[in-house]
């Protein structure tokens, strides 16, 4: 990958320009608290909010996993994107040109956001390719049919921009191996290569349509970028659906069909359906919060995504026993998540888009209402699968259970659903209970076994008296200036600090000013200890103490330096009266400067 290159004037202008409080937004719920903003962290699971932002001074820190940093790199850990795709996409998002020597990479090669770009245009040409085949061509005629037998009116069609994939070998190769190279269409995962065979020189005979013969949903990101393909066949053959494989734009379980329509409804909570086409027939009857898995099992990346829109889940699954066991696969990780979660298992032999064709909007939400709790669902259907008679039975279903049950911190709660189990289980809730508690101690981990590691130290541990003083700087709760004659910049030894209290040090005149400008760092430790510092909370009360004692202990050890240096310079005195008078000397500076600290 080829490295590039921006100006510092263009990456400023960029971060000014660029509204963190909005992007942060468009990512997870936020809730004003003071003058600045807080929520649940998306890069690891809470169940309180750790996570803050402060607009003004363009940083984020999540006290919980202690991310922190500026725009660039809240954007680059969310999506996974280099720094030089940041830049890009904020200076297009912001209209932002980029200098012509700023768009080619070194050495002539393509950077991988030109290379994403071109799998973002060759998917959205297959997208209208597929789309005219079902409207125009003779053949995608019967595709449309089958479409409005289920009910996909015209307008939605459009808005999804179904499609249809002749039943063809090389139908997609023909149209768009003219404007795109066959390489291009393989990485987008279009076309498929015959048996890795090099000894075929032509192309159109080494490639084949993957997709042929089906109805064709594109798949788009959250911004709305084509990404991928599902086919669903229009007859019985195997498999019903075929997926796009991934590619440096798609990645299976990190996406929801249909988010981008979504998004920005704010209604919550998030319905996740099974099936492009349930997800369309809820969308169309009017129920806008509805997205699809693609088929896939719930993953940690759908939750992180998901907790990015809502706060409050409902998923719904086929009435049929792969639909239950998918339920109960997701359980741990939607117990783990600590997100709100209600689970629908429809009535045998329906899915969504056959319980809303048969019983509308009304029927469909009458379901979503039905919902259980993660763990009454779990409790429910595993009773049902085994024989509660024998021990063996119960105790089955009782390890199944309690797992989850750990995942709660409410007491209330636990007690609750021991009491259910016992019930279902035909238990007294005293055993349950006494179950419950010899499991507990058994997965408790050993104490010993732990490794403790203060957050602020995971790095490096910083100085707290230089931390005190630069957090109140960063926070506006004192003066540079007062520190004139108190501190100056070499009181400051931690590198780290020292790089960000020097923007408040004119250099020339040796003194402490105001004129410290919006502070960032391409360090990203420094970055992070800048966002740290400048949201944490200090109680009013405690900002004189807090700056009186920090300037004290940093005046002491100063001291203690230059003593430490008298002493070395005396090299190896025998002295001892000279030594004592040089102790003397420095204990007497040292009390005379607490003497006008406090003044």
């Given at each position: 990958m080829?490295?590039?290159?921006?100006?510092?004037?263009?990456?400023?202008t960029?971060?000014?320009?660029?509204?963190?409080l909005?992007?942060?937004?468009?990512?997870l719920?936020?809730?004003?608290?003071?003058?600045?903003?807080?929520?649940?962290?998306?890069?690891h699971?809470?169940?309180?909010?750790?996570?803050s932002i402060?607009?003004?001074?363009?940083?984020?820190?999540?006290?919980g996993?202690g991310?922190?940093?500026?725009?660039?790199?809240?954007?680059?850990?969310?999506?996974?994107?280099?720094?030089p795709?940041?830049?890009?996409?904020?200076?297009?998002?912001?209209?932002?040109p980029l200098?012509?020597?700023?768009q080619?990479?070194?050495?002539?090669?393509r950077?991988?956001?030109?290379?994403?770009n071109?799998l973002?245009?060759?998917?959205?040409?297959?997208?209208?390719?597929?789309?005219?085949?079902?409207?125009?061509?003779?053949?995608?005629?019967?595709?449309?049919?089958?479409?409005?037998?289920?009910?996909?009116?015209?307008?939605?069609?459009?808005?999804?921009?179904i499609?249809?994939?002749l039943?063809?070998?090389d139908a997609?190769?023909?149209?768009l191996?003219t404007?795109?190279?066959?390489?291009?269409?393989?990485?987008?995962g279009?076309?498929?290569?015959?048996?890795g065979?090099?000894?075929i020189?032509?192309?159109?005979?080494?490639?084949?349509?993957?997709?042929r013969g089906?109805?064709?949903?594109?798949?788009?990101n959250?911004?709305g970028?084509?990404?991928?393909f599902?086919?669903?066949?229009?007859?019985d053959?195997?498999?019903?659906?075929?997926?796009s494989?991934e590619?440096p734009?798609?990645?299976?379980?990190?996406?929801?069909?249909a988010?981008d329509?979504?998004?920005?409804t704010?209604i919550?909570p998030l319905?996740?359906v099974?099936?492009?086409l349930?997800?369309?027939?809820?969308?169309?009857?009017?129920?806008?919060?509805?997205v699809?898995s693609?088929?896939?099992?719930l993953?940690?990346?759908?939750l992180?995504?998901?907790r990015?829109?809502?706060?409050?889940?409902?998923l719904v699954?086929?009435?049929?026993?792969?639909?239950?066991?998918?339920?109960?696969?997701?359980?741990?990780?939607?117990?783990?998540?600590a997100?709100?979660?209600?689970?629908?298992?429809l009535s045998?032999?329906?899915?969504?888009?056959?319980?809303?064709?048969?019983s509308?909007?009304t029927?469909?939400?009458d379901?979503i209402?039905?919902?259980?709790s993660?763990?009454?669902?779990?409790?429910?259907?595993?009773?049902?699968?085994v024989?509660?008679?024998?021990?063996?039975g119960?105790m089955?279903?009782?390890?199944?259970i309690?797992?989850?049950i750990?995942q709660?911190?409410?007491?209330?709660?636990?007690?609750?659903?021991?009491?259910?189990?016992?019930?279902?289980?035909?238990v007294?809730?005293?055993?349950?209970?006494?179950?419950?508690g010899?499991?507990?101690?058994k997965?408790?981990?050993?104490?010993?076994?732990?490794?403790?590691?203060?957050?602020?130290?995971k790095?490096?541990?910083?100085p707290k008296?230089?931390?005190?003083i630069?957090?109140?700087?960063?926070?506006d709760?004192?003066?540079?200036?007062?520190?004139?004659?108190?501190?100056d910049?070499e009181?400051f030894?931690?590198?780290?600090i020292?790089?960000?209290?020097?923007?408040?040090?004119?250099?020339?005149?040796s003194?402490?000013?105001?004129?410290a400008?919006?502070?960032?760092?391409?360090?990203?430790?420094?970055?992070t200890?800048?966002?740290?510092l400048?949201?944490?909370e200090?109680?009013?009360e405690?900002?004189?103490?807090?700056r009186?004692?920090?300037?004290?202990r940093?005046?002491?050890?100063?001291l203690?330096?230059?003593?430490a240096?008298?002493f070395?310079?005396?090299?190896?005195?025998?002295?001892?009266?000279?030594?004592h008078?040089?102790?003397r000397?420095?204990?007497?500076k040292?009390?005379?400067?607490?003497?006008r600290?406090?003044?």
């Open positions: 080829h490295s590039r290159r921006f100006s510092p004037q263009l990456i400023e960029i971060e000014e320009r660029s509204d963190l909005g992007i942060v937004s468009e990512y719920s936020l809730k004003r608290s003071g003058q600045n903003y807080s929520g649940l962290c998306p890069f699971q809470e169940k309180s909010p750790s996570f402060n607009p003004s001074k363009k940083v984020f820190y999540c006290f996993c991310a922190g940093g500026n725009i660039f790199q809240f954007i680059e850990k969310i999506e996974g994107l280099s720094f795709e940041v830049i890009e996409r904020l200076a297009e998002r912001e209209g932002i200098p012509i020597e700023d080619a990479p070194q050495g002539g090669g950077s991988a956001s030109s290379s994403r071109d973002y245009k060759v998917n959205e040409a297959a997208a209208d390719y597929f789309h005219g085949n079902l409207l125009k061509h003779p053949e995608g005629a019967r595709a449309l049919s089958y479409l409005k037998a289920r009910g996909i009116q015209d307008e939605t069609i459009q808005t999804f921009k499609g249809f994939a039943p063809r070998w997609l190769i023909k149209q191996g404007r795109f190279q066959s390489s291009l269409l393989e990485r987008a279009l076309v498929s290569r015959k048996g065979d090099q000894t020189s032509t192309q159109a005979l080494r490639c084949f349509d993957r997709f089906r109805i064709i949903f594109p798949i788009r959250t911004r970028k084509v990404i991928a599902g086919g669903r066949v229009l007859d053959s195997q498999p019903k659906y075929l997926n494989p590619t734009v798609y990645t299976k379980g990190d996406h929801l069909f988010l329509q979504t998004k920005a704010g919550h319905i996740v099974e099936g492009y349930d997800a369309i027939s809820a969308l169309q009857a009017g129920v806008p919060n509805v699809a693609l088929g896939t099992a993953t940690e990346a759908h992180r995504l998901i990015r829109t809502t706060e409050k889940l409902v699954f086929d009435g049929d026993p792969a639909g239950v066991r998918a339920a109960l696969r997701a359980a741990p990780l939607l117990m783990t998540s997100m709100p979660t209600r689970i629908v298992s045998a032999g329906l899915d969504p888009d056959n319980l809303i064709r048969k509308g909007k029927g469909f939400l379901a209402e039905s919902g259980r993660v763990i009454d669902f779990a409790i429910f259907h595993s009773v049902k699968s024989k509660i008679q024998s021990a063996e119960k089955a279903v009782i390890n199944k309690f797992p989850l750990d709660l911190k409410s007491p209330v709660e636990k007690s609750h659903y021991l009491v259910r189990l016992s019930e279902q289980l035909q007294r809730e005293e055993d349950m209970r006494k179950q419950y010899s499991h507990s101690k997965s408790r981990p050993n104490a010993r076994d732990k490794k403790i590691t203060p957050l602020l130290e790095n490096e541990p910083f008296d230089q931390e005190g630069l957090m109140l700087l960063l926070q709760h004192l003066d540079p200036a007062d520190l004139n004659g108190q501190l910049l009181d030894t931690h590198s780290k020292k790089t960000l209290i020097s923007h408040y040090w004119k250099k020339e005149e003194l402490w000013c105001s004129s400008q919006h502070i960032t760092s391409n360090d990203v430790t420094v970055q200890l800048l966002s740290r400048s949201l944490s200090i109680k009013q405690q900002i004189e103490q807090t009186d004692d920090c300037i004290c940093l005046r002491e050890k100063r203690d330096r230059e003593r240096e008298q070395k310079q005396l090299g190896l005195q025998e002295n001892d009266e000279e030594i008078a040089l102790q000397i420095l204990d007497l040292k009390a005379s400067s607490h003497l600290l406090a003044q």
